[in-house]
């Protein structure tokens, strides 16, 4: 996973569509841009976090530059899992820190579908959209605790059928005075859900498979969320995802890192990720913006250093190169 080699080129796309002012903002063709997961902190040992100093690091995120702060959805701590996530309910948390940011985008990576009604999520996720000012990017996950679906009095087998079902129901509210009929219900036109989002259509990103044919999750959402791999294996996933019908949509990815305070440190595996120095990080940043990664999320929740020192070397060493103009092909 931590190897930074150079594979053939996997092809760049022209131009995305426009959808919101976060989609935009964060996704360009041949460039990479990089953002933060919450909660920002490092909690090695313990599966919950204590969100300390949670919304001035939220604010620091964004006068560094970072270009998203990317929220879970995690209903409950299940231990055999070992993470909590950042705990509050992301909508709630979004609505949050959608009054007390002006420019950072908000992300959900991601929404577990199945296990929500679409109907609440469509609600939530265009009010979080209109109340930040264009800044919702919606992950969305068909889920992979299978502890969580009993409690909600759901089938974890059939989850893939019902995150479509959810997807499709989504999209259609968007529409003035929508119909749908599904599983999930009926809407005949005869009444509309308000708010709509902010450009007229939620920017959705699926995560992984979703427990979907791969021509299916690469023509159904606004881009994908895949997870970290070696440089060779992550061009050729998102080769394929490109071939498949989605030549004009982002890839991003998760990584968590522990920054090392010698910048020369050469890479060692920590799960998801790596313990390095800042130069090797930026190679690997590097690698992945060449091979067609247009967004990274950075996870520090191993890091050893202090999180707010860490923060600022990230900036000071990354932005620069990785959300600058230049960075375009």
């Known amino acids: ?63 560094l530059g970072f270009s998203a702060l990317w929220l879970r959805d995690v209903p409950f701590n299940v231990p055999t899992f070992g993470d909590a996530g950042q705990m509050f309910d992301p909508f709630v948390y979004l609505g949050l820190l959608s009054g007390l940011t002006s420019n950072i985008a908000l992300g959900v990576a991601s929404i577990i579908l199945p296990l929500r009604h679409p109907a609440h999520v469509a609600k939530a996720a265009a009010s979080a959209d209109q109340l930040s000012g264009g800044r919702l990017l919606l992950g969305v996950a068909s889920g992979d605790r299978p502890e969580e679906y009993p409690a909600m009095g759901m089938s974890f087998p059939d989850r893939g059928t019902r995150f479509r079902e959810s997807l499709n129901y989504i999209r259609a509210m968007a529409a003035e005075y929508p119909s749908y009929a599904g599983d999930h219900g009926t809407v005949t036109g005869s009444m509309d859900m308000l708010p709509k989002p902010a450009n007229g259509r939620l920017p959705i990103l699926i995560t992984g498979g979703a427990q979907q044919d791969p021509e299916w999750v690469a023509n159904h959402g606004d881009g994908w969320m895949t997870y970290p791999r070696d440089i060779a294996s992550q061009a050729r996933v998102v080769t394929d995802y490109r071939l498949r019908g989605a030549k004009v949509k982002p890839v991003m990815q998760s990584l968590y890192i522990d920054l090392a305070t010698d910048e020369d440190a050469q890479p060692t595996p920590i799960h998801l990720g790596f313990r390095s120095g800042v130069t090797f990080l930026k190679t690997y940043l590097a690698s992945l913006r060449d091979h067609g990664i247009n967004h990274v999320a950075l996870n520090l929740r191993f890091n050893h250093a202090d999180i707010e020192d860490t923060m600022k070397r990230l900036a000071d060493e990354l932005l620069p190169e990785f959300q600058t103009e230049k960075s375009k092909q």
């Open 1 to 63: 996973m931590i190897d930074a080699q150079v594979v053939p080129d996997t092809p760049v796309p022209v131009t995305f569509p426009s959808l919101n002012r976060a989609y935009n903002t964060v996704f360009r063709p041949g460039a990479l841009t990089i953002g933060l997961v919450v909660p920002l902190e490092a909690h090695h040992g313990s599966p919950v976090p204590d969100m300390t100093r949670h919304i001035k690091r939220a604010q620091m995120a964004e006068a």
